[in-house]
């Protein structure tokens, strides 16, 4: 199945359910800076100054969508503007300011290259319920949602304002441990999924998965659906292992255990990327800073009583997320939607990165694991 083929269906969809109890967008790894275009460690094409345009056409394609809000997925500015952060947030938070569409922000690793946890607090407007030195929360934009806001950098190397003596320092430091480097950047001699040990990743304090487990406990009692978000990516096959959420494992169980959970959704990976597992859908979205000019990388979720319809814009997937019936197993779309496995979401995805960033991506031969290899770990 085609991109095209995929969206017109997810448009048919649409048309097919009716009004959506809840419209809003998604975007992800603006990492704006002040700075020339460059390319990644990879290889990747960078468009710092050019993020802002294509930021700046994603918030007006869901003011003209009328969403009712915007999830801005991290990595707002790029670590290249850390000598000046200040002025690289003023730059993209006069963007996000000029839409009438409100947006909900994530801190991701590239912002803590810039700013400490209590400043990016204050700069991006994250009204953080574990205190000043992290940055969660959650909101009910809809009577049946609850919108999780998770810190995937609350246990980090990263937030130069934490000693060695603070709590979440050395919980990372123990972490980190497992990786043999002396530069923790890099994933050599560690295998399999213990490739996201390392210093760009983050992981999730116990505090605030006491806090997650209240929340999802909530949810169940005033019967939402509850859709998470965070930088990193929570599921394994989403994304290269360099790339995954420190302790995935205590977070997944979390959500498949709680029933209420039917989507999350990250960046940090710079390319889409999606699985289903334990009857959620994990969504991974792609770069802004590495779409080319004339391009974009956002999407339009429309919320209904049984999906999530996410239509996605040139390098980002359209899916039909599906929720899980009473006997959990995934119930059938509405009608005008067939049936999007993993594979093909993750072809269609990897065919978009491919074409968007022509030799690397064609490099991979099409084949959507060695396209993820090929264009990954960029974060």
Not at 34 to 62: C, K, Q
Not at 114 to 129: K, Q, Y
Not at 261 to 290: D, K, N, Q, W
Request: charged share 20%; aromatic share 6%; hydrophobic share 40%.
């Amino acid at each position: 199945m085609s991109e095209v083929d995929m969206l017109a269906e997810v448009e048919g969809a649409a048309a097919a359910a009716g009004t959506p109890l809840l419209r809003f967008g998604l975007v992800a790894d603006v990492q704006y800076a002040d700075a020339e275009d460059a390319t990644s460690f990879h290889g990747a094409p960078r468009f710092y100054r050019e993020s802002l345009n294509g930021l700046s056409r994603a918030l007006d394609a869901f003011a003209s969508e009328r969403a009712a809000f915007a999830l801005n997925l991290g990595d707002t500015v790029d670590g290249k503007q850390r000598g000046a952060p200040e002025p690289g947030f003023d730059a993209v938070m006069a963007v996000f300011g000029r839409s009438r569409v409100p947006c909900h922000h994530i801190v991701g690793n590239h912002d803590l290259y810039n700013l400490p946890h209590t400043r990016l607090n204050e700069r991006l407007g994250i009204p953080s319920v574990g205190g000043r030195d992290a940055s969660y929360y959650s909101f009910v934009p809809h009577p049946s949602l609850r919108v999780v806001m998770l810190d995937s950098y609350e246990l980090s190397l990263l937030d130069e304002s934490q000693g060695p003596d603070h709590p979440n320092r050395r919980r990372a430091e123990e972490i980190m441990a497992v990786n043999p480097n002396a530069n923790k950047h890099s994933p050599d001699g560690l295998t399999g999924h213990q490739k996201r040990f390392v210093e760009f990743g983050g992981g999730v304090g116990d505090g605030q998965l006491a806090w997650l487990a209240s929340e999802l406990r909530a949810a169940a009692s005033e019967a939402q659906r509850v859709v998470v978000a965070g930088h990193i990516p929570f599921c394994p096959g989403t994304a290269p292992d360099p790339c995954l959420l420190w302790n995935f494992e205590e977070v997944l169980s979390l959500l498949e255990g709680s029933g209420v959970v039917v989507a999350t959704f990250a960046g940090h990976a710079h390319m889409p990327g999606y699985c289903l597992r334990g009857g959620i859908h994990h969504v991974v979205m792609p770069s802004i800073l590495e779409t080319p000019p004339g391009r974009d990388a956002y999407a339009v979720a429309d919320l209904h009583s049984d999906c999530i319809l996410l239509r996605g814009r040139d390098a980002c997937m359209s899916l039909a997320l599906r929720f899980a019936g009473a006997d959990g197993r995934p119930v059938g779309p509405p009608r005008g939607a067939g049936a999007l496995t993993a594979a093909a979401a993750v072809a269609v995805g990897c065919r978009k990165a491919a074409a968007a960033e022509g030799e690397e991506g064609a490099a991979a031969g099409g084949k959507p694991e060695r396209a993820a290899v090929a264009v990954a770990a960029r974060a």
